[in-house]
Nanobody, 128 residues
Framework: QVQLVESGGGSVQAGGSLRLSCAPSGRTFSGAAMGWFRQAPGKEREFVTAINWITGRTYYADSVKGRFTISRDNAKNMVYLQMNSLEPEDTAVYYC?????????????????????WGQGTQVTVSS
C-alpha cells in the first residue's frame, strides 16, 4: 500500500474551476493505476477518472467527460485532477485512489474495490 496525500478542495460557484493534487508519499508510484473517486452525502462512492499507469491512457465517467482532466507529473510524483465548468452536482468528497498491485492490465477498473490505497478525501462544494 501507499499513503496518498490530497490537497486542493474548496468552494466555488457553478462554472468555476478547481484543481486537486495527490501525492503518493514515500516513494515513486509504480502500481497499476491511480484515479479519483467521489462520494456525495447519502450516495455510494463513484468513479470519476483514472489513469492506467503503464499505458498512460485516461478514463472518465460520462458525467465529467469534457470538463475534468486527470494528469500526472512523473518528475514530481504527483497526480492532478483539473475540474472545469463545475456544477452543483459535482459537490462531494473527492478521494485519490491507487491500485498498487503489480498486475498489469489494459483498460481500467471502475470499482472502488480494485483500489487498495486511499487518500483522506477533500471536500469540493459547488454552489449555484
Amino acid at each position: 500500500q501507499v499513503q496518498l496525500v490530497e490537497s486542493g478542495g474548496g468552494s466555488v460557484q457553478a462554472g468555476g474551476s478547481l484543481r486537486l493534487s495527490c501525492a503518493p508519499s514515500g516513494r515513486t508510484f509504480s502500481g497499476a493505476a491511480m484515479g479519483w473517486f467521489r462520494q456525495a452525502p447519502g450516495k455510494e462512492r463513484e468513479f470519476v477518472t483514472a489513469i492506467n499507469w503503464i499505458t498512460g491512457r485516461t478514463y472518465y465517467a460520462d458525467s465529467v467527460k469534457g470538463r475534468f482532466t486527470i494528469s500526472r507529473d512523473n518528475a514530481k510524483n504527483m497526480v492532478y485532477l483539473q475540474m472545469n465548468s463545475l456544477e452543483p452536482e459535482d459537490t462531494a468528497v473527492y478521494y485519490c485512489a491507487a491500485d498498487t498491485r503489480a498486475e498489469r492490465y489494459v483498460g481500467i477498473h471502475y470499482s472502488p474495490a480494485s483500489y487498495g490505497s486511499w487518500g483522506q478525501g477533500t471536500q469540493v462544494t459547488v454552489s449555484s
